[in-house]
């Protein structure tokens, strides 16, 4: 079982930053891939980022792509999404997620980002 632990929302302004962190636990298995993914309020969920854990290759949905970076520590288990030049249109609940082989497995308690105009 791995648990997953998302920090770092919160509340910013238009054009403002923040740095998402999620720590994983330690496990017997090493991800094949983490993500992170948001869901807006009466939106489908969307895979923002994902990033290979042993590569280092990453993706981006097109709405973030130049704003958000996602990256990993492997010694500690912790992945990272920093996003820069927020707009309200990015206010969701962002959740991590750990991919194991073909699917996304385990998943965290989401944090909350507010991004106000």
């Known amino acids: 079982q791995v648990q997953l632990v998302e920090s770092g929302g919160g509340l910013v302004q238009t054009g403002g930053s923040l740095r998402l962190t999620c720590a994983a636990s330690r496990s017997t298995v090493s991800p094949y891939i983490m993500g992170w993914f948001r869901q807006a309020p009466g939106k489908e969920r969307e895979a923002v980022a994902s990033i290979t854990w042993r590569g280092g290759f990453t993706h981006y949905v097109d709405s973030v792509k130049d704003r958000f970076v996602i990256s990993r520590d492997k010694v500690n288990n912790i992945t990272y999404l920093q996003m820069d030049s927020l707009t309200p249109a990015d206010t969701a609940v962002y959740y991590c997620?750990?991919?194991?082989?073909?699917?996304?497995?385990?998943w965290g308690q989401g944090t909350q980002v507010t991004v106000s105009s």
């Open positions: 997620a750990f991919r194991p082989a073909r699917t996304f497995d385990y």
